[in-house]
């Protein structure tokens, strides 16, 4: 009996020595994102974390670090393109200063209106996955996706429907020169507001109106400093995840088929897990502010600012230059094949 305690013993001290070791030997791998707990990119890299470190066996450790941790968008972009970040979110606003070309994304009514086109052009896009990805690459980073993160909406102090409404408002947007051009031809004022001087911004009105998905829009809490939601269907906002580039060559073909199918998973994950989440957060704005008004306009009205953005992409081609063109008469082609595929709405 001593004898088969003793055996019991060593077995349980060898394999609490190797737990131990796996653990200490695990490949650690940091994911930062832009938002704060509960949002959309963090759910995103929650269920990234899941996915890799039960696909590898706990042999990678995934830690995540949300929004203000790391420092702010940019920081955490240009951390991941030295090295010490191996993923994080960049979104197209922010990213326009480092990658200029990603701001095709940005630009109003491209993207299909159909959930499944839309869908197709971001997951495979050649513009994207092709073209674009040189961009990245030139700075650092492996373009390893792009979802989306549900309609942008703006809040108005006022009822919106046409340009002509937006003559004396005061529009906070992101520190892009294509969103300020953009805001300028709807023929508002933009103005580039850190968005933690936004709530702020809101309440005292130095500003009357900002735009984003509706789960930031609450989760922000600017529902409660403002008097409209104004549906036009012009944007899907976007992001992108990336990787360090020399991270992602020094990983195995094992390792990158991995990453590829946890990629392709997450695609229908984010998409169904963003629109479930902007839905709630509407029903949460209107609850906590019961005198939100909502105004969606009518294909007329959506048309009127559809017309005053036209001159943007051309503005966007001239502003960035270098393969731009290119890129956008890629995704234009996907967008056109992916409609012929799927259908336009």
Do not use: C
């Not at 955490?76 to 994080?88: D, K, M, N, P, R």
Request: aromatic share 8%.
């Amino acid at each position: 009996m001593k004898l088969a305690g003793n055996l019991k013993r060593l077995v349980l001290g060898a394999a609490m020595s190797l737990a131990a070791f796996s653990a200490a030997s695990a490949e650690s791998w940091k994911f930062a994102v832009e938002e704060g707990p509960g949002d959309v990119q963090t759910l995103y890299a929650q269920e990234f974390k899941r996915l890799v470190e039960a696909r590898t066996k706990g042999q990678v450790k995934v830690t995540i670090y949300t929004y203000g941790q790391l420092g702010n968008e940019n920081d955490i972009t240009e951390l991941t393109a030295g090295g010490a970040i191996q993923f994080s979110n960049a979104s197209p606003g922010h990213l326009g200063t480092f990658v200029p070309e990603v701001q095709v994304l940005s630009l109003p009514f491209l993207l299909p209106d159909s959930d499944k086109a839309k869908a197709d052009v971001l997951s495979n896009s050649q513009a994207l996955y092709g073209s674009l990805a040189k961009d990245f690459a030139g700075k650092g980073l492996k373009l390893f996706t792009v979802y989306p993160e549900g309609e942008m909406i703006w809040t108005t102090k006022k009822a919106i429907h046409k340009p002509e409404d937006l003559g004396d408002v005061k529009f906070r947007v992101m520190t892009s020169p294509i969103l300020i051009e953009q805001f300028k031809l709807y023929g508002a004022n933009p103005v580039a507001l850190p968005w933690g001087e936004v709530y702020g911004g809101l309440q005292m009105n130095v500003i009357q109106a900002q735009v984003n998905p509706a789960f930031f829009i609450e989760s922000a809490k600017f529902h409660e400093v403002t008097d409209h939601l104004i549906y036009v269907r012009d944007v899907e906002y976007t992001t992108t995840v990336v990787a360090n580039a020399d991270f992602w060559q020094g990983l195995s073909d094992e390792r990158k088929k991995m990453l590829g199918e946890v990629r392709n998973e997450l695609q229908t994950f984010i998409l169904a897990k963003e629109r479930e989440k902007n839905e709630a957060a509407v029903a949460k704005m209107k609850k906590d502010n019961p005198k939100l008004q909502t105004v969606r306009l009518t294909d007329a009205e959506r048309e009127l600012f559809r017309k005053r953005a036209e001159p943007l992409a051309g503005k966007l081609v001239d502003m960035v230059g270098g393969r731009t063109a290119e890129i956008l008469k890629q995704i234009k082609a996907d967008i056109a094949a992916a409609e012929a595929k799927y259908g336009a709405k």
